[in-house]
């Protein structure tokens, strides 16, 4: 049972089987479904990539690896009623349209039934800034890493890694033995200790910026316990002050890279989102980086604190004119 046909059934059944069996075996569940683990776990992969239009964090399906079995930590909405927003409507015709167009679809007829069902639901409405398949360039773009992660877990290696510190917005090099990967929120993480840190840390895969394989066995301490991500990747600080944020399109990445919630969809393309930060420093380099394509709504002290900023480099660079025409 591994032709097309066949498969698309058997991943439709997978999320709610795997939701009423939580850490179940990976050859067990594909004694269930009359598959190899081999084609159980390629369908576990492509899982990885689904769930709903949007395809940014909080879109796609969640999945944790702990040995050989495996867990649904987010359903992608499929517990509640579908509900398209312009946008949603948007990028799923596209992603329709594109599968009716492939060469072998077993039932084409039943895509173009869809696309014409959404098609008289979504009107005549024209959204603008869809994102569509974000989700699939990053896992283009960390395959390679994510082979290579895989490979050392196998092998049980420890690895030197240089990564990319968001949050601090520095570049840090760090030797680490590897646990187990993750992905959450349609985002791929490699949870491991941290020798640097002396503690267990998730390292986004699209910010390793080097990763190199060492001779020596990875060796985490019995202290070293998987993060409990039944809350996600990072939950919900209240102590963190909050800012409201409006993305111009080129900006709406920012959504997807950091921990945001979405509010609403703007005129123009443009996105309104809510984010949590701890350090305002970061916020305000965060904002000037994105060269007029972030604004601040919210709070009044960064978006203040965002101009004075702005103003002082624009003086500098003036500064720097009048010198070198002097």
Request: proline share 6%.
């Amino acid at each position: 049972m591994s032709g097309s046909g066949d498969r698309l059934p058997r991943l439709l059944a997978l999320v709610p089987y795997l939701l009423a069996r939580p850490g179940i075996r990976i050859d067990e569940a594909a004694r269930d479904f009359d598959v190899t683990p081999r084609q159980l776990r390629k369908d576990l992969e492509l899982l990885w990539m689904c769930g709903l239009p949007g395809y940014g964090p909080g879109d796609l399906i969640d999945l944790s690896f702990d040995g050989d079995t495996v867990s649904v930590t987010y359903d992608a909405g499929m517990r509640r009623p579908l509900r398209l927003t312009g946008a949603e409507a948007s990028a799923l015709l596209i992603a329709l349209r594109a599968l009716a167009e492939t060469p072998g679809v077993v039932d084409a007829d039943s895509v173009h039934r869809a696309i014409a069902k959404i098609e008289a639901a979504s009107g005549d409405a024209r959204p603008s800034g869809v994102v569509v398949g974000s989700g699939i360039r990053e896992a283009a773009t960390t395959a390679a890493t994510r082979e290579t992660l895989r490979q050392a877990l196998q092998r049980g290696r420890a690895l030197w890694l240089r990564y990319y510190s968001a949050s601090k917005d520095t570049i840090t090099e760090r030797t680490v033995d590897p646990m187990r990967l993750l992905i959450v929120q349609g985002i791929s993480y490699l949870e491991a200790w941290c020798r640097k840190a002396e503690s267990v840390r998730l390292f986004r895969l699209d910010r390793i910026d080097e990763l190199t394989v060492l001779e020596e066995q990875a060796s985490p301490p019995d202290a070293a316990t998987p993060k409990d991500l039944s809350e996600g990747v990072f939950p919900q600080r209240p102590e963190y002050p909050e800012a409201e944020l409006v993305l111009e399109p080129d900006a709406r990445w920012v959504a997807e890279y950091y921990q945001c919630e979405e509010l609403a969809e703007l005129d123009g393309g443009r996105l309104r989102v809510r984010m949590r930060y701890a350090d305002e420093s970061w916020l305000v380099r965060l904002v000037l980086r994105q060269r007029g394509e972030v604004k601040v709504e919210r709070p009044a002290s960064v978006a203040e604190a965002v101009r004075l900023r702005a103003a002082e480099a624009l003086a500098r660079a003036r500064h720097l004119d009048a010198t070198s025409a002097d």
